[in-house]
């Protein structure tokens, strides 16, 4: 069930661990935000490799209203997916998912951090700039579906202070967002 943004109402974010019992809801949101969504048993053997595996959900009171996660290879954090519900998008969601994914993934000893995201899809390349990701290559035909290429992203030396401090910027940004959403 799809809760609708109500003006008159203050909730606030939680970011959490993603665990199956959310994952009709995820895979509700996955369906709404992507042509090719991950099916349930995809999200099942993420969940199943917590070693090398993070997911989290973002909770606006009861309602999940984003997911996001990544792999760890060694000392690289691979950004699987972001999403956020269209309902809720455009109100620092995914800024608080990011974070968490980065945090997670700074804190099991990644130095940097890479990603595919669309060609086409600019509201998630201006995500992830602001997150310090520049574009280094392109896959052709990544997304087969819809034979787009997929620009692939890093941002590298993330263990560093300068990183840190960026995040920083962005956590002290999203602040207000924490202390309750409209
Ligand atoms: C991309 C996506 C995750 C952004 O979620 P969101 O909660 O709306 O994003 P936020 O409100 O936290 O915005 C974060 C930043 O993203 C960028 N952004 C978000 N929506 C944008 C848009 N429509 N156009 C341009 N930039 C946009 C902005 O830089 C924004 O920061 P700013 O407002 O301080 O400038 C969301 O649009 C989505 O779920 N899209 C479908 C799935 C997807 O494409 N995921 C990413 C690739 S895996």
Known sequence: MTVEPANDQRQLIRIEPMLRTHLDR????ECACFPRPWS???????LAMPATRAY??????????GFGGMMMAGDECHITNISVDPLWQGRG?????VLAVIDEAITRGARSITLEVREGNVAGQRLYERFGFEAVGVRKNYYVETREDALVMWVRKVNRPAYRELLET???EIGDLSAGIN
Do not use: M, P
């Open 56 to 65: 989290f959900v973002a909770n606006l009171g009861s309602e999940i209203v």
């Open 170 to 172: 962005i956590r002290s």
């Open 93 to 97: 969601i995914a800024k608080h998912i």
């Open 40 to 46: 349930k048993s995809l999200f099942l053997s993420e």
């Open 26 to 29: 995820v895979i509700e949101i």
